[in-house]
């Protein structure tokens, strides 16, 4: 181990005199002397170890003791002087004391001091010396021409002197130049090789190419979200508010913490019905801020697209989308697209007369000459050197690994691997541990997780940060920020894991248990990240838990076509499962199935998967049995069997409960209370979503806590207790907006909208939905956008303005509610005859097209099941139907027929299929009395009795009171002031 000590002299006053500069100088001195490999030994002391695993560790301590004076030089007038110590091999008990003690025998400050104990070690580095008398301390002085690291070796061997003068020529052409196409094409053997000139073209020495510029494909992985989310700078997403100005500013507080949770997770896990536009209008926002900040820099901002061949079709479409944003949004943007095919197919957008550059390989004599200059020791014959560079792909990169191969005398007789591969095996055991992990895991680990396991079993912080830091210089690896995933050289891995001494077993079963403990404590970012690992090494029951997990997660969403593009993808290839790890994998993917099929309500596609025996095994046992169960009770629930659905449903809730799975019983108990909804068991349904909704706030589930109370209130509002329902909106359509769940907001207001206008609240009803419309059409959702613009309709008609509520309905699509709408306002206009003439001719259209009913059909307007399709599908339609047909008998009774009306009416008017079955079942009572207050008709009912029921009925409706008296008080104040309420007072109902 080697040391870095630096003392400054009477520290302690020159912080009191100068706290900011002091304090500056502190933490750069920390921030250069960590990028070196080196660590803080001791909180409190000014020590820096490194690691001494390989022979070029003296040139980094050295480096590093050279930058640090120099940072110390641009101080200066800050400090009364400095020492800095090297040393090597000590025991770190008495280091603080033994270094505050050699800093005493300096004879000189400002300098750079070594050990005598160490000074054996950088012999090769250094000019002769004499050591000081009475010191143990000798003065530094570095060679001029030190010996080259490895690392140096490599960079001076993969540069391009042969190519960068032309192609820098070319690129500045292309991106100053106005009549320039907005993209170039650079094709290349080797796109490592193109990002290393890339660098030195594009002065890219502050690495924003991989900070900043660069979107890579995710190879053999499912999820379409990972290039984009990744692209994202992680790190500098709280500092982008500082490069934007004006209206862009607000937007970003709130894109923030969007982007910041897409990006540090799986964006499914966030997933709302405008997801996509949201994150891609973010970013966007996110690059205005990268644009200024680049500003400051000499690189240009090249949006740099690394094999756009290998993204798979749905991350094509999703970056697509974002370019053509980018173009609209800046014109000037330049595109470079890196790929070993010029003919291969681009992102749509990306291949308008983008011009096409190649890079060709290095020519065979310039190959001679960079090898004799690098590796000057070896004594190979040209034509040994040039069949080598044919054989290594005419790859740089690869001869140089042959080469330094050959300078360390590497051989074995493994004929399996490539130069790269090579070079590693035989190597230290922890070097091939970092591979073997970071391999599999590269879609969910992140540096620090790398440091903090292999730390945990042992293994010095300066030993880790070494040999992660020797793979990044080296090629091998390379972290995409802080917050996971990382880029990995393709490596024969298994044949790496034939190195002597390398345990696999045991190294994946301690990884586990660390995995476990990430997954407890919540630093697990990518779910997806996760299975893939898992999917390949480790425990199999912990990945069927989270393979389980993302295709809940996908079908939740809708996302069907992901979903079993997943559960048809290699699932644990060459692994061997017991039988109960089988029958798990068979329920996960049975259940999955049979729910794309439900969710797509496809009666073709869910009677194959009967016949394949979906449902053979009535009894799921094993893994997962209980999703197995859970979506048996959705089959059985949409054919109508709410008795076996329920039955079922309970099976699986008890499964869930007894694996201590929430998430689970969260599902099960919003799927038991919607069972009971379409039985009509309010109160019970009530229950449960209660439930629900009570375990979803204890896991801070937030999505799961916005459907279990969005089917709590409607609940509440089709079946009674619209207080309840009015209560719970006010506390959710804030956490709808919060979350960014645009179609539950909107929903949410068109349902308050709803119950305002039930008030007779009609001005607040109103302005309500027109906020609900004004959201849908700014996301598109049309559907939504015309029934809600039917609500505003209907709102002013009651408000006395029924000329314009009639001019807003006769330009909605044809149908039974529009008709009926429609037929109301006439009646409020006083005419009554085309108000029957409207429900009539739509009565014919509805007995001869049944779909003639609803614009919402498609949308869960509160009649409609919102989750799994459990409740009754024509309740609505009855409902509305009902409405209609009463509101007609009205008309009608008032234009002079009413004997007929009561005839049509007085099937209705039954108070017990009112309170069970009929939400609005009070107007057909306030009908019929309109009707004998009006024409003086003679019938079974007298006027108050009828106005009677139709209050009781909405004193029922509107809530649950302990007392006459608090129902008549309820009543009195100005919330209710409806036709009924306005009745009933009359009458001293109230």
């Not at 055991?429 to 073997?436: H, P, Q």
């Not at 396991?453 to 830091?469: A, D, N, Q, T, V």
């Given at each position: 181990m080697f040391y870095i000590f630096f003392k400054l002299e009477n520290k302690k006053q020159l912080i009191q005199l100068y706290p900011t500069p002091l304090e500056e100088l502190e933490k750069r001195a920390a921030e250069l002397i960590h990028s070196c490999g080196g660590s803080r030994l001791v909180d409190e002391g000014d020590i820096f170890q490194f690691a001494a695993l390989y022979r070029e560790t003296a040139i980094y301590v050295m480096e590093c003791a050279e930058s640090l004076k120099s940072l110390l030089d641009e101080y200066r007038q800050y400090l009364c002087g400095f020492s800095i110590i090297i040393s090597s091999g000590h025991e770190q008990d008495d280091l603080v004391q033994h270094f505050h003690n050699l800093s005493l025998t300096t004879s000189e400050e400002n300098c750079i001091w070594m050990e005598d104990s160490v000074r054996d070690k950088f012999s090769d580095y250094l000019e002769p010396a004499k050591r000081e008398e009475y010191s143990q301390l000798f003065p530094v002085q570095i060679k001029v021409d030190k010996l080259l690291s490895i690392e140096e070796r490599y960079r001076r061997f993969i540069k391009r002197e042969d190519l960068i003068p032309s192609l820098q020529n070319d690129i500045n052409q292309w991106l100053y130049r106005q009549d320039e196409s907005p993209g170039m094409v650079m094709t290349s053997n080797s796109q490592e090789e193109t990002l290393n000139i890339l660098r030195t073209i594009l002065d890219d020495s502050h690495h924003l190419i991989e900070n900043f510029l660069l979107i890579e494909p995710a190879e053999d992985f499912w999820d379409p979200w990972y290039p984009l989310c990744h692209f994202i700078n992680k790190d500098f997403l709280p500092h982008v508010e500082q490069y934007l100005s004006g209206d862009d500013k607000l937007v970003w507080k709130e894109d923030k913490i969007f982007l910041e949770n897409i990006s540090r997770g799986d964006w499914y896990l966030h997933y709302y019905d405008q997801i996509e536009i949201d994150f891609l209008k973010a970013v966007v926002l996110y690059w205005r801020g990268c644009l200024k900040k680049l500003d400051t820099y000499p690189t240009p901002p090249v949006l740099i697209i690394r094999n756009p061949g290998l993204f798979s079709e749905n991350s094509k479409i999703l970056i697509s989308h974002f370019v053509a944003l980018l173009k609209e949004s800046f014109p000037r943007q330049k595109f470079l697209l890196l790929t070993g095919d010029s003919d291969g197919p681009l992102p749509e957008g990306l291949d308008d007369n983008f011009r096409k550059r190649s890079i060709p390989p290095m020519a065979d004599e310039d190959v001679r000459l960079k090898a004799a200059d690098v590796f000057p020791e070896l004594k190979l014959s040209p034509d040994e050197l040039i069949k080598a560079y044919k054989a290594e792909g005419r790859r740089l990169m690869s001869l140089f690994y042959f080469l330094q191969n050959r300078l360390e005398a590497i051989?074995?007789?493994?004929?399996?691997?490539?130069?790269?591969?090579?070079?590693?095996?035989?190597?230290?055991?922890?070097?091939?541990?970092?591979?073997?992990?970071?391999?599999?895991?590269?879609?969910?680990?992140?540096?620090?997780?790398?440091?903090?396991?292999?730390?945990?079993?042992?293994?010095?912080?300066?030993?880790?940060?070494?040999?992660?830091?020797?793979?990044?210089?080296l090629g091998y690896l390379r972290f995409l920020g802080t917050t996971g995933g990382l880029w990995c050289r393709p490596l024969e891995l298994a044949v790496l894991e034939e190195t002597p001494g390398f345990d696999g077993e045991e190294l994946t079963e301690d990884f586990i248990r660390f995995l476990s403990r990430e997954m407890e404590d919540g630093k697990i970012g990518s779910l997806s990240g996760l299975f893939y690992y898992l999917n390949q090494k480790g425990s199999i029951d912990f990945g069927l838990d989270i393979l389980n997990r993302i295709i809940h997660h996908l079908l939740k969403i809708r996302e069907n076509d992901l979903a079993e593009d997943l559960l048809n993808s290699p699932l644990f290839e060459n692994r061997t499962l017991t039988f109960s790890q089988q029958e798990g994998l068979h329920n996960i993917q049975y259940a999955g199935r049979l729910r794309s099929a439900l969710l797509r309500n496809s009666k073709e596609e869910i009677s194959v998967k009967l016949d394949a025996g979906y449902l053979s095994l009535m009894e799921a046992q094993g893994a997962c049995s209980e999703e197995f169960l859970l979506q048996q009770a959705h089959y059985h629930a949409l054919n109508g069997d709410s008795e076996l659905a329920q039955t079922t449903v309970k099976a699986s809730l008890f499964a869930f409960q007894k694996n201590s799975d929430h998430y689970g019983e969260i599902r099960a108990n919003t799927a038991l209370a919607l069972t009971m909804l379409s039985q009509r068991k309010l109160s019970a349904s009530l229950d449960y979503f209660e439930i629900a909704l009570r375990i979803s706030e204890q896991l801070r589930d937030k999505e799961a806590a916005l459907i279990s109370g969005k089917l709590m209130v409607l609940s509440s509002y089709l079946y009674g207790n619209l207080s309840l329902a009015l209560r719970s909106l006010e506390r959710h359509i804030p956490l709808a907006q919060k979350e960014r769940n645009r179609e539950t907001q909107i929903f949410q207001l068109f349902l308050k909208g709803r119950i305002l206008f039930e008030l007779g609240r009609y001005s607040e009803a109103f302005k309500t939905l027109k906020l609900g419309r004004r959201l849908s059409k700014r996301y598109f959702l049309t559907k939504e956008s015309h029934v809600i613009t039917s609500w505003m309709a209907r709102s002013l008609c009651f408000g006395h303005n029924e000329k314009i509520a009639d001019e807003l309905l006769s330009r909605q699509s044809s149908n039974l509610e529009t008709a009926y709408f429609r037929a109301e306002a006439a009646y409020m206009s006083g005419d009554k005859k085309i108000g029957i003439s409207y429900l009539e001719e739509a009565f014919r259209e509805y007995d001869q097209n049944p779909l003639y009913i609803h614009e919402m059909d498609s949308w869960l307007d509160g009649y409609r099941v919102i989750e799994g399709r459990l409740s009754d599908k024509d309740f609505y339609e009855d409902v509305l139907l009902d409405q209609a047909r009463g509101f007609y008998y009205l008309l009608i009774g008032l234009n002079g027929e009413p004997e007929k009306a009561w005839e049509g009416l007085a099937p209705l008017c039954r108070m017990d299929r009112a309170y069970n079955q009929q939400p609005f079942g009070y107007y057909f009572f306030l009908y019929a009395a309109e009707i004998i207050e009006q024409t003086g008709i003679v019938v079974s009912e007298t006027h108050q009795s009828l106005v009677s029921h139709a209050f009781k009925l909405l004193q029922t409706r509107a809530g649950r009171f302990d007392s006459q008296q608090m129902k008549h008080n309820f009543f009195r104040k100005n919330y209710w002031n409806n036709e009924i309420v306005l009745k009933a007072q009359e009458l001293n109902l109230i």
């Open positions: 051989q074995h007789t493994r004929t399996d691997l490539s130069s790269p591969g090579a070079y590693l095996f035989g190597r230290d055991k922890c070097s091939i541990e970092i591979l073997s992990l970071c391999f599999p895991g590269r879609y969910c680990l992140t540096r620090s997780q790398v440091i903090e396991f292999f730390h945990s079993r042992g293994i010095s912080l300066p030993e880790i940060e070494e040999r992660l830091k020797r793979f990044e210089n």
